[in-house]
C-alpha cells in the first residue's frame, strides 16, 4: 500500500495491518476469489467460508505449535469484555476460588468482572505502583484455584510478561496485544484469548484457543451461545459469524506464516530496543517503565517537560506519523510496535525524537 496519504501509524487498536493483507482485503470486498460475490457476502454455511475457517484454524495451531488433537480454535464475536464473563461463566462457581494477576486496567476489569460468578482474588498486584511496573510472581498457589488468570501484555501502562512460569493450575491468558509477536510457549495454557484488533486483523472477531479437556467440564448450565463447549461443538457456528473479519485475520495469519514468526520476533524485538535506546537517550524524553518488565509492544514514554508535548505531537503529524498520542488515563506517548509496524516506520519516529531537539 503506497502514495501519498500512507501514514506511519503507530495506534494501539484498531492498529496497522500489512499493507499486502489490506490491498489483497480490497479486492476480495469487491469479488471474492473470482466468484461474483464479496467476502462481506459469502454465506457463512457456504463451502467457501468453511475452507477458510479450516484454514485459520490450521494456521493458528501451527504458529502456537499446539497439537490439533489437545486444543480446539474458536473464533466469537463481543470482544475481551466477553472474554472476562464467559470465562467464570464456565470455569468458577459461587463457592470456587480463581487466581488473577492485577498488572494492569484490563487484567483488574477481567477480575471485577469475574465476581459475578465466583471469588475471583488478586494472586499478585502492582495496583499501588500505578501499574507502572508488573506485580512479583507468586512464589506459592493455592492448589484450589479453579485457573489462574493473566493479561499478558498491558497496552495501557507499557509492561508485558516476558516469561510465564509453569503453574501447578490451569493456566488463561488474555494475549490479545501480544499473540504471535514473541517468543511464548503456547503448550502451558489452558485457554487463551485474543481480541483480532491488535495483531490479528480488524475488530469484531476474538479468537480463542482452548484445551479440550479443559473446556468440557463446565460448572453451570448456560445457553449454548456462552459456552465454550456448545460453541466447540458448533464450530464457530453458533451464531452467524463475522466472516469479513475473520477471513482478514486468516490473511494476516497467512502473511505471519509466510513471513516466518522467527522473523517476525526478530523484528520487534530490533524495533521496540531501537525505540526504547531512543528514548534513554534522547534528553527530552523518559521511560516511566524498568527494563525487565518493557513491552515490546506498546512503548509508553513521557517528556521531562510535559508542555512539550503537544508540540511533538503536532511535530509528527506534519511527518505523517500518527497514532502516538498515550491512553487518555496516563497521558503522555505510546507507540504500538504490532507487527505490522515495520523498522522503517520506528526509524522515522526515532528520527523525529532527534530532530524534536532544540539548536
Not at 71 to 83: A, E, I, P, S, T
Not at 256 to 262: A, F, P
Not at 268 to 278: F, R
Request: aromatic fraction near 10%.
Amino acid at each position: 500500500m503506497s502514495g501519498a496519504n500512507r501514514k506511519h501509524y503507530f495506534g494501539a487498536g484498531p492498529a496497522a495491518m500489512p499493507a499486502s493483507v489490506l490491498e489483497q482485503m480490497a479486492r476480495d470486498v469487491l469479488d471474492y476469489n473470482r466468484s461474483g460475490i464479496s467476502i462481506l457476502s459469502i454465506p457463512h454455511r457456504d463451502e467457501a467460508f468453511a475452507e477458510i475457517l479450516q484454514e485459520a484454524n490450521e494456521l493458528v495451531l501451527q504458529l502456537a505449535n499446539l497439537d490439533p488433537e489437545e486444543y480446539d480454535v474458536l473464533w466469537l464475536q463481543g470482544g475481551g469484555r466477553m472474554q472476562f464473563a464467559m470465562l467464570p461463566m464456565n470455569f468458577l462457581g459461587p463457592d470456587q476460588q480463581a487466581g488473577y494477576i492485577d498488572s494492569g486496567h484490563w487484567a483488574h476489569d477481567a477480575m471485577k468482572t469475574a465476581r459475578y460468578y465466583g471469588n475471583a482474588v488478586p494472586i499478585a498486584t502492582s495496583a499501588r505502583e500505578q501499574y507502572r511496573q508488573l506485580p512479583a510472581w507468586p512464589s506459592h498457589l493455592p492448589k484450589d484455584l479453579r485457573y489462574l488468570h493473566i493479561t499478558s501484555n498491558n497496552t495501557i501502562y507499557g509492561t508485558q510478561w516476558q516469561q510465564i512460569p509453569a503453574t501447578p493450575v490451569p493456566l488463561v491468558a488474555d494475549m490479545s496485544s501480544d499473540i504471535f509477536s514473541g517468543k511464548r510457549n503456547y503448550q502451558q495454557f489452558s485457554l487463551i484469548y485474543a481480541v483480532a484488533q491488535k495483531n490479528l486483523g480488524p475488530a469484531g472477531v476474538t479468537l480463542i484457543i482452548a484445551r479440550k479437556s479443559f473446556i468440557q467440564n463446565p460448572v453451570r448450565d448456560l445457553p449454548d451461545v456462552l459456552s465454550y463447549k456448545a460453541q466447540v461443538k458448533a464450530g464457530s457456528l453458533l451464531n452467524t459469524p463475522p466472516v469479513g473479519a475473520i477471513y482478514n485475520c486468516l490473511l494476516v495469519l497467512r502473511w505471519i506464516h509466510e513471513n516466518g514468526l522467527d522473523i517476525i520476533i526478530a523484528n520487534n524485538e530490533q524495533k521496540s530496543a531501537m525505540l526504547y535506546a531512543a528514548i534513554d537517550n534522547n534528553p527530552l524524553f523518559q521511560s516511566p517503565i524498568k527494563g525487565s518488565d518493557r513491552s515490546s509492544m506498546n512503548v509508553v514514554f513521557t517528556m521531562k517537560n510535559p508542555e512539550q508535548e503537544a508540540g511533538f505531537i503536532s511535530f509528527c503529524k506534519e511527518r505523517d506519523i500518527e497514532g502516538i498520542k498515550g491512553h487518555r488515563s496516563v497521558g503522555g506517548f505510546r507507540a504500538s510496535l504490532y507487527n505490522a509496524v515495520s523498522i522503517s516506520d520506528v526509524e522515522l519516529l526515532v528520527q523525529a525524537m532527534k530532530d524534536f531537539i532544540p539548536g
